[in-house]
């Protein structure tokens, strides 16, 4: 089993930066890749970015290509996604996902273990 805690979300103005954290616990010495989703209110939860346990493969959702960078810390047991020039569009709550295979991929059913989510709400 693999817990996962995110932070960092809150309120930010558009074209502003946040930077989200996801700390895991539990059975961390396996090789996770790492995900993070996003769900709008009424809307399904999409694809953010995901990331290999080495670092070697790492893939973006389209909307965040240039904007958003997704990075690990494998001895703190932590993944970060840097969001900059965030637009109201980027609102939602951000979900950290882990992958047993490590094969980042892409689709939210693929990821065994889950976060709580935090709330991300950028303001016009």
């Known amino acids: 089993q693999v817990h996962l805690v995110e932070s960092g979300g809150g309120l930010v103005q558009a074209g502003g930066s946040q930077r989200l954290s996801c700390s895991a616990s539990?059975?961390?010495?396996?090789?996770?890749?790492m995900a993070w989703f996003r769900q709008a209110p009424g809307k399904e939860r999409d694809f953010v970015a995901a990331l290999s346990w080495n670092g070697g493969r790492i893939y973006y959702g389209d909307s965040v290509k240039g904007r958003f960078t997704i990075s690990r810390d494998n001895a703190k047991n932590t993944v970060y996604l840097q969001m900059n020039s965030l637009t109201p569009e980027d609102t939602a709550v951000y979900y950290c996902?882990?992958?047993?295979?490590?094969?980042?991929?892409?689709?939210?059913?693929?990821?065994?273990?889950w976060g709580q989510g935090t709330q991300v709400t950028v303001s016009s």
């Open positions: 539990g059975r961390t010495s396996n090789y996770y890749s």
């Open positions: 996902a882990a992958d047993s295979l490590d094969l980042s991929r892409t689709q939210a059913y693929e990821y065994d273990y």
